[in-house]
C-alpha cells in the first residue's frame, strides 16, 4: 500500500506492504529527520491532535492501525538536545504479547459503557410493506437496520444530539475493531498555550509563542453529542422533600444529586443518569441566590458512603432552585426562563463547566483515559403557567475547555458570556485566540461574527430531556428523617433516632427471632424507616456505627428484596454496632410509668427493666412535679431560664428575671 506522510521536514510516500510491522514505517520516518528524538515519535490521523506516540504501538502492523491505501499520516517530533546525527529507532519484533498496555487499556469505564460497547447499536427495523418485494427471511435497504447515527432517524424523532456511544460510532473507522483501540478517536479539548512548545525554537509563554504552541481560532457551534442523554428522578418525592424548605423560608436551596447510570434504550445508545437521593451541602440561601462552598468538606465521605449501597451510587449532578412567587397569587411562580430571556446564566453556565471539568468521565476511546463529563445541571425553576418543573443541561466541551483556559467570565446580563482580555503577565498569563460564532440574519443567510467582547450563552449549552418512571421503584424507600444543614428549619439528633427506634420496638425486634405474622409487619416498617439516605448519612458522623457495620447496614436497607423478605435485616441485627445502637435506645428512651411498680397494662418493653430503675424515675417524676413550689426539693426552678435556684430567692441568679 501507499502512504503519505506529512512532517515539518516535509512530504514523503512510503510504498509498505500492508502486513508490515509499525517499525518499519517508523525507521523510514526517521530516515527523512534531522536531529529527530526517537522516543518522542508521534502519528496521528489529522493535523492537529489525536497524536499518539509510535512506541506505544509496539507489535501492530499497518493493516490492524487500520490504515490503508493512500493514507496521510501526520508526524511530529522533538529534536534532540544534543547534535549526534539521527539513527533510526529500531522496535523489538512484533509479539502477541504486549509489555505496556496503553492508559485508555487499563480504564475500568461504568457499567452502562461496558453494556453498549458489547452492543452494534443498529436500529431494527420491520418490513416495508409498499416497498418490501422479499421474503419473511429476507432484507433489503428499506427495512435493514440503521445505524445508530442515522440523521434521518434522529430527526422524525426529535432527537437533537446523538447519544455518547452513538458518536462514537459515528467518527470510529469501520475498517478494524483494533484501529479503534490502537488511536483513539476523541481527543480532549485545550485552548491553553501548549508548555513547552512543541518546535522549541523559543522561551516558554508568555515570554514567547509560535503557531505551534498558540491554540487554533475557535468557532463555537451546537456540540452534536451529549455525555447524557436523561435525568430520572427515581421519585416524585425527592423533589418535593428538597421543595419543603423553599416552601418555609423562601430561600433557595441546593444539592447533589447521587444516582447512577443506566442505558437507556428511547435514544439509539443512550445513557441516562437515574437520581435516588439528595444530599444537601452546608449553603447560606438568598431571596435571589445562594452562596457554596467548592470543594465541600464532605464530599469524600458522601462519594465512599454512595458506593456502599447496593448499587454502586455516586454523584451525577447538581440540582438548585430559582424560584419566585407571583406577588399577585402566591401560589405560583413567575415565569422568568425562557426563550426570550435565558435558560442558563453565564454564571451557573461557567459554574457547570467547573464542575464537568472536575468529574471527567473515564473512556476507553480518548488518549488520556477520561473524556468528557456526565454531571448533570437541574434547575427547578415556574414554567409558564407558574408550575415547578425540572429543566435539566449540560454545557460543551467547547465551555469546559475555555473556562479551563480562562477565557470566559459572566456578564451582568444573565444571557451574554464574555470573553476576558488577554493578560501577559508572568504571574496571571492568559492567551486568548480570536473566537467566531454563527448565526442567521435578518436575511436568513448564515453569518459568521467575532464572539469579542461577549456571545450568547445559549452556544454553550447542551439540552438534557428529564422525568419520572412510570412506575417508581426507588432504592431508598423513605425519606421523612431530617435532612442535613438546614438550622432552625429541620435539626438532626440522636435523641429523635434513638426514640424512632423505640417506638418501632427495634430492641424487642432484635432480640427475638422471627415467628407471628405481626412480627414480619414490624420488621418491614423498621427496614422501611432505614432505608433513608438522609438517616444512613447522619448515623455515619454519630460514631456509633463503625466502618464495617455501615457498609452492612447501606447494603442491607438498599438490597432490591428489603420490603419483601422480613429476614432481611437479619445480617444487620447480629453485627456490633447494631447491638451497641439498640442499648443506647434502651437505657436512653424508656417508657415513663405512672407508679413505682410496673402494671399489668404495661407493655412488652418493661418486662426486661429492672424495679429499681422504675423507683428511680418515679422518684424524679414526684420531684419535678414538686420542685417549682419549692415544699419538697429545696429548690427553684426559673420559669424563663429553668436554671435551679436555691430556697429563699426571689429573682433568678443567671437571668435575673423574677422566680414568682
Known sequence: MLLRVRSKDGNFRFELPSTADISVLANKILETTVDADPASLTVSNQPRGNETLVTTLKGRNLQTLGLKHGDMIFVGYATKVSQAPATPMFIDAPSSTRLQSNIWETVEEDAADIYWRSKDGKIPRGRDARFCKHGANGMCDYCMPLEPYDAAYQAKHSIKHLSYHAYLHKISPKTSSAAATAIPPLSPLSYKVKDPCPSGGHMPWPAGICTG??????????????????????????????????????????????GRYEPYEKVPMGIKAVVEALYEPPQEGELDGLTLGIPWEDEPRIRELAKMSSA???????????????????????????????????????????????????????????????????????????????????????????????????????????????DRSQDAARYVPDVFFRYKNEYNFEVKKTAKPCFPVEYLLVNVTHGFPQSPSPLFRSNQFAIENRPGLEDQHIEDVLRTLAKLGAPQLSD??????????????????????????????????????????????????????????????KTESWQTLMTFTRESAPSLPSTSAPGPSLSHIDEDIPQDVFDQIAAEEAARREGPSGVSSGIKICPHCTFENPEGETDCEVCGLPLG
Not at 421543595?243 to 430561600?251: D, H, N, Q, V
Not at 453565564?346 to 480518548?366: G, H, M
Not at 416498617?525 to 463503625?546: M, P, R, Y
Not at 452492612?552 to 438490597?559: C, E, F, K
Request: glycine share 4%; net charge negative; hydrophobic share 40%.
Open 213 to 258: 504552541c498558540q491554540p487554533s481560532a475557535i468557532t463555537l457551534q451546537s456540540q452534536p453529542f451529549r455525555m447524557v442523554d436523561h435525568l430520572e428522578i427515581a421519585s416524585p418525592d425527592i423533589i418535593e422533600r428538597f421543595l419543603k424548605a423553599w416552601r418555609s423560608t423562601g430561600l433557595q436551596r441546593f444539592g447533589w444529586l447521587i
Open 312 to 422: 454502586s451510587l455516586s454523584i451525577v449532578g447538581y440540582i438548585f432552585t430559582d424560584l419566585d412567587p407571583d406577588p399577585e397569587d402566591r401560589t405560583k411562580s413567575i415565569y422568568k426562563r425562557h426563550p426570550h430571556s435565558f435558560f442558563v446564566s453565564s454564571l451557573e453556565a461557567i459554574f457547570a463547566a467547573t464542575v464537568q471539568k472536575a468529574n471527567p468521565t473515564p473512556s476507553r476511546s480518548s488518549p488520556s483515559g477520561a473524556f468528557g463529563s456526565r454531571m448533570v445541571t437541574a434547575i427547578l425553576t415556574a414554567t409558564e403557567d407558574g408550575k415547578v418543573d425540572i429543566s435539566a443541561y449540560q454545557v460543551s466541551e467547547q465551555a469546559c475547555a475555555m473556562v479551563d483556559a480562562d477565557m470566559i467570565e459572566a456578564s451582568v446580563e444573565p444571557g451574554i458570556v464574555r470573553i476576558k482580555e488577554e
Open 512 to 573: 427475638s427471632p422471627l415467628t407471628s405474622t405481626s412480627d414480619a409487619s414490624k420488621r418491614l416498617e423498621l427496614a422501611k424507616w432505614l432505608s433513608d439516605w438522609h438517616l444512613l448519612a447522619f448515623l455515619e458522623t454519630t460514631q456509633l456505627v463503625s466502618k464495617v457495620d455501615m457498609k452492612v447496614l447501606v447494603s442491607t436497607v438498599t438490597s432490591p428484596s428489603l420490603l419483601e423478605d422480613p429476614s432481611a435485616l437479619n445480617a444487620l441485627f
